[in-house]
């Protein structure tokens, strides 16, 4: 360590990324472990799971009225966190609009749910549970949406496969 | 024995025929008053108090209420909506909207298909608003792509959507109307349509599902004579539309059966994620064409209709009024369509043409990979949207470099809207249910994807 040499290192703190809005400013200051990105000129916030519907209670009281939308991605054995989870925010006060990512696990992925915050996400949710298992925390009825009730499988899981199901064709142990 | 007896006196016991007959004295001509009647009872009768006999104010036994399964397979559900209604008599104390029976899964099939094949899949969602879709996907890939279209393919996307907007609209008109009972609107509205669509099939071959815009531009430059069909459908629509305000403006079963039904607040609208024409009726002043152009259609002017209460009548007024805007679009880049390419000059993206691959190797190479492979897209993640007729229509494209989306989620309008249907309907007639479902113009293909 420097201690021996009797200097002190300096300590390299790296000016944190913070954008140029003044509401989006003051809304990611105060959260310390938020990072904040532009993708394709669009603001993103990546969210750690833990603080997922805090920030989504800061940003409302920063101004966005409206949850757009919910939606997940699945990234297989791409990243470390399988699941991705993407909610569209929207400040029709301030034309703005926020996207805030967050990550679940491959086992039992799960998240806060949105829909104490904004009521619109319950629909949203549901078809992310419906459609790649992830559950919400707090989600007053966590249903499939599009799917029968007694469907077995996740169909936008990566690993759910594209035309396996048997049909009741001539042939068709040819296909499956 | 008690006191009764010993008090009881001779005179009460009642002998037939030996009463004295008693009138009272009135007014000539003036009748009795039955012995159960009071003055209160009497002017419910004669009309001169009205008591809403619908409103409950007791609560009512769990015995009393009633489930009703309304759908699948209902003509006024546009579609396979599902409603479960819990009722009180006849109101309607909850409303559960179940969907999925369309659903096909478009959107683990946008993941099979490369980025140039997408736009025939995107264009089966909102089947109303094709091109809306179509602009919406098509943007989010050329965001990813960082490409900007020439001008001219700008114009006639804006063209196009602005004149599909009006195509859907009349068609939420008709079923609007149709669903009250006004059966003349149904047939008035789809004949203005079938002159829109008609144009469309003009252009791009299709009256439906066209995948006309696609990512780098349109698939074919507008046919010869395009401007006498706009010009037309600008003269005819708005006196149409006037036939419309006769026939519907002053009619007292219109106007009672749609004012003050099925309302939405402000509020109400932004909690619950609503856009469109149901989120301006509210009175909130948002439009993705005035907030986030697109397209460059800020370089346009028109106004933003609102209505005030949020009810089944604002909403029809915003429709019939956006129609007049969109047609006030449509004439202004009518006259100033600018000249050049209708598709970026790319010829990775784009196919070159048809008199090319005959004498370009280079052309035949370009088109055959770009039809067994497709392009490449960067990697990268966006959220495209548009104002489609519904609400904001939405396109998020995730994309990790290959020639297919990695992921493609739409963020469908009629979906989000679908959600307020328990909040409008709560607390209502059973009878305004067909008027309010058919006043938020679900398309359940956009609904299920």
């Not at chain 2, 029976?101 to 099939?109: I, Q």
């Not at chain 2, 219109?254 to 607040?265: A, D, E, F, N, P």
Request: charged share 25%.
């Amino acid at each position: 360590m420097s201690e021996e040499n009797g200097t002190v290192d300096e300590v390299v703190v790296e000016e944190r990324a913070l954008p140029e809005n003044t509401i989006l400013r003051s809304l990611f200051e105060e959260f310390e472990d938020i990072i904040w990105e532009l993708s394709h000129g669009q603001d993103v916030a990546s969210v750690p799971r833990e603080r997922w519907a805090e920030f989504g209670e800061s940003a409302k009281a920063a101004g966005f009225e409206v949850c757009v939308d919910v939606t997940a991605v699945d990234w297989m054995r791409q990243r470390p966190d399988r699941f991705e989870i993407v909610a569209n925010l929207l400040s029709m006060q301030h034309r703005l609009r926020l996207r805030m990512i967050t990550t679940a696990p491959r086992e039992e992925p799960s998240v806060a749910s949105l829909v104490p915050i904004w009521p619109g996400a319950n629909f949203a949710e549901r078809e992310v549970y419906d459609m790649f298992g992830v559950t919400f925390e707090g989600h007053p009825d966590l249903t499939r949406i599009l799917m029968p009730d007694d469907w077995e499988g996740h169909p936008l899981r990566k690993d759910f496969g594209v035309g396996s199901v048997p049909v009741q064709f001539k042939e068709s142990n040819r296909v499956s | 024995m008690s006191d009764d007896t010993k008090t009881r006196d001779t005179l009460d016991v009642w002998v037939a025929g030996t009463e004295e007959p008693q009138f009272t004295p009135t007014d000539e001509g003036a009748q009795e008053m039955a012995l159960h009647e009071t003055e209160s009872r009497l002017d419910e009768e004669l009309g001169r108090v009205v008591d809403d006999d619908y409103l409950f104010e007791d609560v009512i036994d769990e015995d009393e209420r009633m489930i009703l399964n309304m759908g699948p397979q209902h003509p006024s559900t546009h579609g396979v909506l599902r409603l479960q209604i819990e009722l009180e008599g006849e109101i309607i104390r909850r409303t559960k909207p179940i969907i999925g029976y369309l659903h096909t899964g478009m959107e683990k099939t946008a993941e099979q298909l490369n980025f140039s094949q997408g736009g025939t899949n995107v264009t089966r969602m909102d089947y109303l608003a094709p091109f809306h879709n179509e602009l919406a996907y098509s943007l989010a890939v050329e965001k990813l792509l960082g490409m900007e279209v020439p001008p001219r393919a700008m114009a006639i996307r804006i063209l196009l959507t602005e004149l599909n907007r009006c195509s859907s609209h009349l068609v939420a008109l008709a079923t609007n109307g149709m669903d009250i009972g006004a059966i003349s609107m149904m047939i008035y509205g789809f004949r203005e349509r079938e002159q829109i669509l008609a144009f469309f099939e003009k252009t791009t071959g299709l009256r439906m599902n066209h995948n006309f815009i696609r990512p780098g531009g349109v698939a074919a430059d507008l046919p010869p004579g395009w401007k006498d069909d706009v010009a037309d459908i600008i003269e005819q629509l708005p006196k149409r539309l006037k036939q419309y305000d006769d026939l519907l403006e002053n009619n007292p079963i219109w106007l009672s059966r749609t004012r003050h039904v099925g309302v939405i607040s402000a509020q109400e609208a932004t909690a619950y994620g609503i856009t469109g024409p149901a989120l301006r009726a509210a009175g909130v002043d948002w439009d993705l064409r005035k907030a986030f152009p697109y397209s460059g259609i800020e370089q346009y002017e028109f106004e933003v209709p609102l209505g005030e209460n949020g009810d089944v009548y604002d909403r029809y007024r915003v429709r019939v009024d956006e129609i007049m805007q969109s047609l006030h679009i449509a004439e202004q880049v009518m006259d100033s369509m600018p000249k050049g390419d209708y598709r970026v000059d790319d010829r990775k993206i784009t196919p070159p043409p048809r008199a090319r691959i005959d004498e370009s190797m280079e052309a035949l190479i370009h088109h055959f990979k770009l039809f067994t492979e497709g392009f490449k897209v960067p990697p990268g993640e966006t959220y495209v949207a548009v104002e489609s007729p519904r609400g904001e229509l939405g396109c998020y494209l995730v994309s990790d470099g290959q020639a297919s989306p990695y992921r493609m989620h739409t963020r469908a309008p009629s979906f989000a809207n679908l959600q307020a249907l328990p909040i409008a309907m709560a607390d209502s007639l059973m009878a305004d249910t067909v008027a309010t479902i058919a006043s938020m113009d679900p398309v359940m293909g956009d609904v299920d994807r």
